[in-house]
């Protein structure tokens, strides 16, 4: 088809994300597009998969333009605000049951009142249980060290996010207030108890002291929070139509 995959075709526009772009950037691959295009629109591809046209008149693909984040949708699951019991931490898996990728935006935790408090969440590939006591193989997901505890039982705002879960991942957490004794993190005694929607679940597992991972464990305790994310499309990456 013109000597060029249709798959490595359409990668690369997914790259430029237009063919005005794809000709400036890569004039040595542009130079075997035109057969290949006349070979896709002979077949009526563009047409089947509703292709637009730039302002040169060449198709362009679907989507919003570069560099704008593509979101299917923002979800949220919480545990409880129900606390019985407070110490600086938590740990806890969570898991990406849904069929689509999930990107955490942010937190909300269970803290007393007091002054501003600067709060570390750390992950871990598969589950915390059995790894909270050792800062081996955690790595920081971020720090707020602008928090402001709204009172127990009230949810307190985190600002920390960015981090993706894939479909069937395991990811441990660690919530640590790390300024304690600024104020303590509300938690519940009981569990594991695993809370859940359609997308992500929560297993919760430790209560933790002071300071991170050296502090005094105790289990089981449930995490009273919520986690906020963004639900994140699948995107066509490339396909084969020979060559």
């Not at 591809?45 to 984040?69: K, M, R, W």
């Not at 060290?145 to 069937?168: D, E, K, L, M, Y």
């Not at 303590?184 to 108890?193: E, I, Q, V």
């Not at 430790?206 to 699948?234: E, L, M, S």
Request: charged share 10%.
């Amino acid at each position: 088809m013109g000597g060029v995959e249709a798959g490595s075709l359409l990668t690369g526009l997914r790259y430029f994300n237009s063919l005005a772009a794809f000709r400036k950037e890569d004039p040595i691959m542009w130079g075997r597009v035109p057969a290949t295009f006349a070979a896709l629109f002979a077949a009526g591809l563009f047409a089947a998969v509703g292709f637009a046209s730039d302002e040169d008149g060449v198709p362009t693909p679907p989507g919003p333009p570069g560099g704008t984040e593509q979101v299917a949708g923002t979800g949220s699951l919480t545990t409880l605000f129900a606390s019985n019991n407070q110490f600086a931490g938590n740990t806890f898996d969570v898991e990406n049951i849904g069929a689509l990728p999930i990107t955490i935006s942010s937190f909300d935790v269970n803290c007393t009142t007091g002054s501003t408090t600067t709060f570390t969440i750390y992950w871990r590939t598969g589950t915390a249980l059995g790894f909270e006591s050792a800062a081996a193989g955690w790595n920081v997901m971020g720090v707020d060290s602008n928090v402001t505890c709204n009172g127990t039982n009230i949810p307190t705002p985190v600002a920390i996010g960015g981090f993706t879960i894939n479909p069937g991942e395991v990811i441990g957490m660690y919530v640590d207030l790390t300024s304690y004794p600024s104020a303590s993190l509300a938690y519940t005694n009981g569990g594991p108890t695993t809370f859940m929607n359609s997308e992500i679940s929560v297993t919760t597992l430790h209560g933790k002291g002071n300071p991170a991972f050296t502090g005094a464990n105790f289990f089981p305790r449930q995490w009273n929070g919520t986690i906020f994310y963004d639900i994140v499309p699948v995107e066509l990456e490339s396909f084969s139509a020979g060559e």
